[in-house]
């Protein structure tokens, strides 16, 4: 799977909106972007995934760029519960299997 | 609907003995994923299992071994083990094993050994 560079973390106040970058510049053509977190001490948890087109649903947003090179995760008001370990994967979009395979992933500060 | 579950949640276990960790998919989901956690290496994939059978299996040694039943459940078995073997270990279930598919994690379980 194509690699991915995420900044190693983030902060931000409560109630503002987050923007989380993803560099992906070897994504191919069929690869699927894929958004997961992890909150302390739970496992991952999906907030979400998008190929061309940007992709809102009710925990976040996903902004693609046009070349496809880079995305970055929208969250539109921040809070506590946010504060979590966020993962920018990418997956081939065949039957390629389950694995999946994460880099360090941002860490997201939420402050009050 | 129930989510992932992972049994048991905590275990400690001795240096060369062995142990098996055990993982519920969600109902209808036929993939299983399992994965190792540690601070120094971060969340490593270990295998995948889809309908019986071993799909995909990541770089970690032969101690380490899996299956799953008919039912799709699927267990993890580590031999003699070795005190970096210490870790969360996370199962993941899947409806299908296409690129655009989301998974689904369990809490884990926190191997520690001594």
């Known amino acids: 799977d194509a690699k991915t560079t995420q900044p190693n973390s983030m902060e931000s106040n409560e109630e503002e909106p987050v923007h989380l970058p993803c560099n992906h510049s070897t994504i191919s053509g069929t690869d699927y972007i894929h958004w997961y977190r992890q909150l302390p001490s739970q496992g991952p948890e999906y907030v979400i995934h998008g190929l061309t087109s940007n992709v809102n649903n009710r925990m976040a947003s996903l902004a693609i760029a046009e070349d496809r090179k880079s995305s970055t995760l929208i969250l539109h008001r921040a809070t506590l519960r946010d504060a979590a370990v966020y993962y920018c994967i990418l997956r081939h979009g065949g039957l390629t299997g389950n694995q999946f395979y994460f880099g360090t992933g941002t860490s997201l500060t939420v402050i009050p | 609907k129930a989510g992932v579950t992972q049994t048991p949640r905590y275990l400690i276990k001795t240096r060369g003995q062995q142990v098996t960790l055990s993982c519920s998919p969600i109902?209808?989901?036929?993939?299983v994923s399992w994965y190792q956690q540690t601070p120094g290496q971060g969340l490593q994939f270990l295998f995948e299992?889809?309908?019986?059978?071993?799909?995909n299996k990541g770089n970690f040694p032969g101690r380490f071994s899996g299956r799953q039943f008919s039912n799709s459940r699927s267990e993890m078995n580590v031999s003699t083990l070795e005190l970096g073997d210490s870790a969360l270990y996370l199962c993941?279930?899947?409806?299908?094993?296409?690129?655009?598919?989301?998974?689904?994690f369990g809490q884990g379980t926190r191997l520690t050994v001594v």
């Open positions: 299992y889809f309908s019986e059978t071993q799909r």
């Open positions: 993941a279930s899947s409806l299908g094993r296409q690129g655009n598919t989301e998974a689904f």
């Open positions: 109902s209808g989901h036929r993939s």
